[in-house]
């Protein structure tokens, strides 16, 4: 399966633990998305990335998440110091490089964080 | 900036009825509009877009949409309702100068019965 890979499917973590949130794209595909899902709402932006360099962060929390997407593996979201209001899906999405031009993003089953 | 409105968070159809489902969107440029679909514990998969050219599009089970830019809607149609059918379903836009940064609607459950 070539799809958008995302592990942990699910995680939990205890107040102030940090949680790491891993996430392979397509084969091919060199642009990665990361949304959140909080219950009963829509997907919220949080980070575009691309090899190496972090496009557009507008949609990240000022402090504790952060991500990246190293030059070899996975791109990997990090929440430090979890709180009980960081319990969400967090879905990855990708898109190849002439994807910017229709915008059609190809997304993985999402990992879920629960925060006790 | 961009924002979308799905009017109704619950839509009920029967099985072999219409179905409807409404989106309403802002954008101050020409937008990129897409219908997803999420299954319970999935990911969201791509039922149809709109970038530009015909305003009618068809996309995958049956599901078409059509953009209207004077009523800057976007609502998702399918003729006859199916049980497999029943899903989240998830309106999104985004604008040609970063068409992967979407805003998503809040989203529709759609059920279906027998």
């Known amino acids: 399966n070539a799809g958008v890979m995302q592990n942990p499917r699910h995680l939990v973590r205890r107040r102030g633990q940090e949680a790491r949130l891993r996430c392979s794209p397509m084969k091919g595909h060199s642009h990665v998305y990361w949304y959140r899902q909080l219950p009963e709402e829509g997907l919220k932006f949080m980070v575009y990335l691309q090899k190496e360099n972090i496009i557009d962060e507008s949609g990240m929390p000022k402090e504790r998440f952060s991500a990246e997407f190293p030059k070899e593996g996975p791109s990997i979201l990090r929440i430090q110091q979890v709180v009980r209001g960081d319990s969400a899906a967090y879905f990855c999405?990708?898109?190849?490089?002439?994807?910017?031009?229709?915008?059609?993003?190809?997304f993985g089953e999402g990992s879920r964080l629960t925060v006790l | 900036a961009q924002s979308v409105t799905q009017l109704g968070s619950h839509v009920s159809v029967s099985e072999g009825a219409l179905v409807l489902l409404r989106c309403n969107y802002s954008?101050?440029?020409?937008?990129?509009l897409f219908w997803y679909v999420q299954y319970p514990n999935q990911g969201l998969q791509l039922l149809l877009k709109y970038t530009t050219g015909a305003t009618l599009v068809k996309g995958i089970n049956g599901f078409e949409a059509e953009f209207k830019k004077s009523e800057t809607s976007f609502h998702l149609t399918k003729p006859s309702a199916h049980m497999s059918d029943a899903a989240e379903y998830f309106c999104?836009?985004?604008?040609?100068?970063?068409?992967?940064?979407?805003?998503f609607g809040d989203g529709t459950t759609l059920t279906v019965k027998p």
């Open positions: 999104a836009v985004s604008q040609n100068t970063n068409a992967g940064k979407s805003t």
């Open positions: 999405a990708s898109s190849p490089p002439q994807g910017r031009d229709t915008g059609e993003l190809f």
């Open positions: 954008s101050s440029v020409p937008p990129y």
